[in-house]
């Protein structure tokens, strides 16, 4: 099973809709982040939370929510879609304890906004 | 603040030929280092990392990548290419463990046959 899993895997939305990204994992990381993903533009950090009672604004966090309900769980909300959102969106997840910050990525969220 | 700097959007070379993928940074600290690499319709995979141990870094699948302070470069390099390298490449770089990771903006690789 993976360790970083994303649902949904794609998602087609219309404009004004409010969607829900969420992200599970099973490593028992602290440390979880949301990335999105515009072609030749790497990976853009969105929110980060450090533990449960810790969120954090990223580079581009306007029209875009988060709720971390678990140590597992973190979720991305748009809260009112608008096409330049159509992106590519990864979960990651990192342990501060080891000795470097690797992070480990969740497969992707594709969504599409019309 | 860190930053990083892929110097080549896109890098083709022949099948079984050298590869060489530049990153340069910049850092207030000393930095962690790290290459990801992303194949097609593919989440995000550790390649190698630098953490201020050896200065020559070696990953998985034959690559390796040499951290120099003197030049702020972590250049990403393999002896010889094989088609399955196609993919895209991201450079990072972490200044202290309380500050999120930096991503260059990626080096797509294509190989050749």
């Known amino acids: 099973d993976a360790d970083v899993t994303q649902t949904p895997r794609n998602r087609i939305t219309k404009t004004g809709k409010r969607i829900m990204l969420e992200c599970s994992q099973t490593k028992g990381h602290d440390r979880m982040y949301w990335y999105r993903q515009d072609p030749g533009l790497g990976l853009q950090l969105i929110y980060y939370?450090?533990?449960?009672?810790?969120?954090n604004k990223g580079e581009i966090s306007d029209g875009y929510s988060v709720s971390r309900q678990a140590q597992a769980k973190f979720s991305l909300s748009l809260e009112s879609a608008i096409p330049n959102q159509t992106a590519l969106y990864f979960c990651a997840t990192s342990d501060p304890r080891g000795p470097e910050e690797t992070q480990y990525f969740g497969p992707g969220t594709r969504l599409l906004v019309l | 603040a860190q930053s990083v700097t892929q110097l080549d959007s896109h890098v083709s070379v022949s099948e079984g030929t050298p590869v060489l993928l530049r990153c340069n940074y910049s850092s207030s600290y000393s930095p962690s280092l790290f290459w990801y690499v992303q194949h097609p319709n593919k989440g995000l995979q550790l390649l190698l990392k630098y953490t201020s141990a050896a200065t020559l870094v070696k990953g998985i699948n034959g690559f390796e990548a040499e951290f120099k302070k003197s030049e702020t470069s972590f250049h990403l390099t393999k002896p010889s290419a094989h088609m399955s390298d196609a993919a895209e490449y991201f450079c990072v770089v972490s200044d202290l463990g309380n500050t999120p990771l930096v991503f260059g903006k990626g080096t797509r690789l294509s190989v050749i046959a």
């Open positions: 939370s450090f533990d449960v009672k810790d969120i």
